[in-house]
């Protein structure tokens, strides 16, 4: 038997300096321990600057701990080390999707599918890139195809889960859920997904028993803590839902979802520096799809005033007229206000605000020492609750003329003019704020009565199909194009009696131009009108508005039945 030979390589103490710094690295960083993994990483950068293992592991520290700035720097270096692994294509399109710079994620990883198509992680990053554009379907057959290739990666089916979630496909997310749990029985983010699952089924009971599982399981997660109380704030069990959130930030001081959620808790209790501090946090909330602008020159802080000030609107087009309900007390603030907002709003705001400049985009020509986003200025109107009777009840003015004219147009033989509109088209809890047409029948059934189409979108369909069935016709302004024509429809709205709504953009403009409205609400989620500042049934913000809650989910015929009795005695004896 020949006897094996061994080679004996020596190294050179640069080369086992490297290795002992790498090998203590890597150690620090499979135990989370990041900052001193870092820093063996950069003592074997330091003698071997182009290290692909310490310049990788480096990128993924800086990923894990939010600067991607860094991550997607040194994420390049690596692939230009290395351009045909993998691995850190993956890592890289997972930079990239943080950073928002979706086609370069979707090059990276693509490439690595088109390297290893067999690879079943790369399908899931792709899946993930795809859902965080909200590209369900796409990221639904990703989530499959993993599962395809690996049928033991519970993670893919949490994503799966939360796909089909989107997708309103609940029965599919709870069954991938339930798979994932019996792959890893203590998965507590699929617990606390699967409550989320059931928490759009307003299934609350089943929603808050599987959260508390995934509390059990990990007492330690702020996000589960945020989950059962927005659970909770669904279900109108606010108290609970602010504890729980206390809960969160005592173990995440700080945490911007936590600060959020609290905000809009706070206010609803007329808590509103507590409140408008927690408010400010929307900006670092990832599903608060809203602009946030930043120039050279300093936010306006509180205490301060400005000699130029610079107002920039967010949100929707129903929260900036909200906003704007304070702007008849900015020359406390300022000399001079401009205020950007959405085009569609210019002509309204400007007649009603006419020492005001209204713009649609920054010009050069704009001055302005200070600015400040438009939901932020009511920290320095609203401190108490007395404070909303200080605000201007009718800050909004119509064109008069055009009112007359279409209440000449309208009003035909009828004594009432009665605006309508059914339908919020609000994010997630756009569908539970609306309500079918014929619902509305007894409504319509009020005799001495001209019903006008205040609903924007394309309604012609429902309006067509309501008469044919009912005999009932609704009056629908050609002249005004509710989703285009604000001012147009600031002016239907003025030349009616009365307004009977469902909670959306319309009823802002109803309340600022402080005619009589009866809103609906749900009972549960959307329910909070607005941030539930109500006394005595109506709202504060807007006093004309008489708010009518359901008494149960997607019962709105005890609202409505309310509504007409109240109509018959106020309008019709």
Same mark, same amino acid.
């Given at each position: 038997?020949?006897?094996?030979?061994?080679?004996?390589?020596?190294?050179?103490?640069?080369?086992?300096?490297?290795?002992?710094?790498?090998?203590?690295?890597?150690?620090?960083?499979?135990?989370?321990?990041?900052?001193?993994?870092?820093?063996?990483?950069?003592?074997?950068?330091?003698?071997?600057?182009?290290?692909?293992?310490?310049?990788?592991?480096?990128?993924?520290?800086?990923?894990?701990?939010?600067?991607?700035?860094?991550?997607?720097?040194?994420?390049?270096?690596?692939?230009?080390?290395?351009?045909?692994?993998?691995?850190?294509?993956?890592?890289?399109?997972?930079?990239?999707?943080?950073?928002?710079?979706?086609?370069?994620?979707?090059?990276?990883?693509?490439?690595?599918?088109?390297?290893?198509?067999?690879?079943? &992680?790369?399908?899931?990053?792709?899946?993930?890139?795809?859902?965080?554009?909200?590209?369900?379907?796409?990221?639904?057959?990703?989530?499959?195809?993993?599962?395809?290739?690996?049928?033991?990666?519970?993670?893919?089916?949490?994503?799966?889960?939360?796909?089909?979630?989107?997708?309103?496909?609940?029965?599919?997310?709870?069954?991938?859920?339930?798979?994932?749990?019996?792959?890893? =029985?203590?998965?507590?983010?699929?617990?606390?997904?699967?409550?989320?699952?059931?928490?759009?089924?307003?299934?609350?009971?089943?929603?808050?028993?599987?959260?508390?599982?995934?509390?059990?399981?990990?007492?330690?997660?702020?996000?589960?803590?945020?989950?059962?109380?927005?659970?909770?704030?669904?279900?109108?069990?606010?108290?609970?839902?602010?504890?729980?959130?206390?809960?969160?930030?005592?173990?995440?001081?700080?945490? =911007?979802?936590?600060?959020?959620?609290?905000?809009?808790?706070?206010?609803?209790?007329?808590?509103?520096?507590?409140?408008?501090?927690?408010?400010?946090?929307?900006?670092?909330?990832?599903?608060?799809?809203?602009?946030?602008?930043?120039?050279?020159?300093?936010?306006?802080?509180?205490?301060?005033?400005?000699?130029?000030?610079?107002?920039?609107?967010?949100?929707?087009?129903?929260?900036?007229?909200?906003?704007?309900?304070?702007?008849?007390?900015?020359?406390?603030?300022?000399?001079?206000?401009?205020?950007?907002?959405?085009?569609?709003?210019? =002509?309204?705001?400007?007649? &009603?605000? =006419?020492?005001?400049?209204?713009?649609?985009?920054?010009?050069?020509?704009?001055?302005?020492?200070?600015?400040?986003?438009?939901?932020?200025?009511?920290?320095?109107?609203?401190?108490?609750?007395?404070?909303?009777?200080?605000?201007?009840?009718?800050?909004?003015?119509?064109?008069?003329?055009?009112?007359?004219?279409?209440?000449?147009?309208?009003?035909?033989?009828?004594?009432?003019?009665?605006?309508?509109?059914?339908?919020?088209?609000?994010?997630?809890?756009?569908?539970?704020?609306?309500?079918?047409?014929?619902?509305?029948?007894?409504?319509?059934?009020? &005799?001495?009565?001209?019903?006008?189409?205040?609903?924007?979108?394309?309604?012609?369909?429902?309006?067509?199909?309501?008469?044919?069935?009912?005999?009932?016709?609704?009056?629908?302004?050609?002249?005004?194009?509710?989703?285009?024509?604000?001012?147009?429809?600031?002016?239907?709205?003025?030349?009616?009696?009365?307004?009977?709504?469902?909670?959306?953009?319309?009823?802002?403009?109803?309340?600022?131009?402080?005619?009589?409205?009866?809103?609906?609400?749900?009972?549960?989620?959307?329910?909070?009108?607005?941030?539930?500042?109500?006394?005595?049934?109506?709202?504060?913000?807007?006093?004309?508005?008489?708010?009518?809650?359901?008494?149960?989910?997607?019962?709105?015929?005890?609202?409505?039945?309310?509504?007409?009795?109240?109509?018959?005695?106020?309008?019709?004896?």
């Amino acid at each position: 038997m020949k006897n094996k030979i061994k080679i004996k390589v020596k190294k050179n103490k640069s080369t086992l300096e490297i290795d002992k710094n790498l090998k203590q690295g890597l150690h620090f960083y499979h135990s989370d321990e990041y900052d001193k993994a870092q820093l063996f990483l950069e003592k074997v950068l330091s003698l071997d600057p182009l290290n692909f293992k310490a310049i990788f592991i480096s990128s993924v520290i800086a990923y894990k701990t939010k600067n991607y700035s860094l991550a997607a720097e040194l994420g390049l270096i690596g692939l230009t080390l290395d351009p045909e692994n993998n691995q850190i294509r993956k890592h890289y399109s997972y930079v990239m999707k943080e950073l928002r710079l979706f086609d370069r994620a979707h090059d990276a990883i693509s490439k690595a599918i088109e390297s290893e198509p067999e690879d079943a &992680s790369f399908y899931k990053c792709r899946a993930n890139l795809y859902e965080d554009q909200e590209q369900f379907q796409d990221a639904k057959r990703e989530y499959q195809k993993s599962i395809s290739l690996n049928s033991n990666d519970e993670t893919a089916f949490n994503g799966l889960g939360t796909v089909c979630a989107a997708l309103k496909e609940y029965s599919l997310a709870i069954d991938s859920y339930q798979k994932a749990i019996v792959l890893k =029985p203590d998965y507590a983010y699929a617990y606390s997904n699967m409550a989320l699952t059931y928490q759009l089924q307003h299934n609350y009971e089943i929603a808050k028993d599987m959260v508390r599982r995934a509390i059990t399981i990990d007492s330690g997660n702020e996000i589960f803590y945020i989950n059962l109380s927005s659970i909770e704030s669904d279900n109108n069990e606010k108290d609970s839902a602010l504890k729980n959130l206390q809960i969160a930030l005592s173990i995440k001081p700080n945490d =911007p979802d936590a600060m959020y959620n609290s905000g809009l808790l706070y206010l609803s209790r007329y808590d509103f520096e507590n409140g408008w501090k927690g408010y400010d946090y929307r900006w670092q909330v990832k599903s608060f799809n809203s602009k946030r602008f930043e120039f050279s020159k300093p936010v306006i802080e509180f205490g301060q005033t400005a000699e130029n000030l610079l107002i920039y609107g967010e949100q929707g087009i129903g929260d900036q007229i909200l906003y704007c309900s304070m702007l008849s007390k900015i020359n406390s603030l300022a000399k001079y206000t401009t205020v950007l907002l959405e085009k569609r709003l210019l =002509p309204l705001l400007q007649r &009603s605000f =006419p020492d005001i400049r209204f713009i649609e985009k920054i010009e050069e020509d704009i001055v302005f020492d200070k600015y400040i986003a438009l939901g932020s200025i009511g920290k320095f109107f609203l401190k108490e609750q007395s404070d909303f009777d200080k605000f201007e009840r009718s800050y909004l003015v119509a064109d008069h003329e055009r009112s007359e004219s279409l209440r000449q147009a309208i009003g035909a033989n009828k004594n009432l003019i009665c605006g309508i509109s059914w339908r919020s088209k609000a994010g997630k809890h756009g569908a539970n704020k609306s309500l079918e047409l014929e619902e509305l029948l007894p409504l319509f059934r009020l &005799s001495n009565i001209q019903f006008v189409n205040l609903q924007y979108g394309d309604v012609k369909s429902e309006l067509d199909e309501l008469e044919r069935k009912h005999g009932i016709k609704i009056f629908q302004c050609d002249s005004v194009d509710n989703m285009q024509d604000i001012d147009g429809l600031a002016s239907l709205i003025d030349a009616c009696d009365f307004v009977v709504t469902s909670s959306n953009t319309t009823t802002h403009l109803v309340g600022g131009l402080n005619r009589p409205c009866y809103l609906m609400t749900p009972s549960n989620a959307g329910s909070l009108w607005y941030w539930d500042n109500v006394k005595d049934g109506k709202s504060l913000w807007y006093p004309s508005i008489q708010i009518f809650k359901q008494p149960a989910l997607n019962e709105w015929a005890r609202s409505i039945d309310l509504i007409v009795d109240d109509i018959r005695d106020r309008y019709l004896t």
